[in-house]
């Protein structure tokens, strides 16, 4: 089967080139012709879908920057909150060393006056 394939091979090569040339212009013209319309669909597409999500990325952004407000205004809020609960630790926390010092005091005071 091999010994007559070979012939044939040989004898159809040299026509192959020319044929190719002649028909390949005429392909490659349509299919580039009909890419170069696809492409441009596809870009058109792609420019829509970007333009579609560059607004939905500002939308979010708006919407994140509101959210970081909030929660900026809450954080000050409950921070003014724990300093002033901070102060009024410390307030009685100083009225109970005072205390705790007077009632030394007194009891080493009672404690020498036996």
């Given at each position: 089967m091999a010994a007559w394939l070979i012939p044939a091979v040989k004898a159809i090569l040299p026509f192959i080139s020319p044929i190719v040339s002649s028909a390949l212009?005429?392909?490659?013209?349509?299919?580039?012709?009909?890419?170069?319309?696809?492409?441009?669909?596809v870009l058109q597409q792609q420019i829509t879908e970007l333009q579609s999500a560059a607004s939905q990325n500002a939308r979010h952004v708006k919407e994140l920057a509101e959210q970081l407000q909030?929660?900026?205004?809450?954080?000050?809020?409950?921070?003014?909150?724990?300093?002033?609960?901070?102060r009024q630790t410390a307030v009685w926390c100083g009225v109970a060393v005072v205390l705790s010092l007077v009632a030394i005091g007194l009891s080493v005071t009672v404690l020498f006056l036996r």
């Open positions: 212009p005429v392909f490659t013209t349509r299919k580039s012709d009909e890419a170069a319309a696809a492409q441009n669909s909030k929660t900026v205004t809450a954080l000050e809020q409950g921070a003014a909150v724990a300093e002033l609960r901070f």
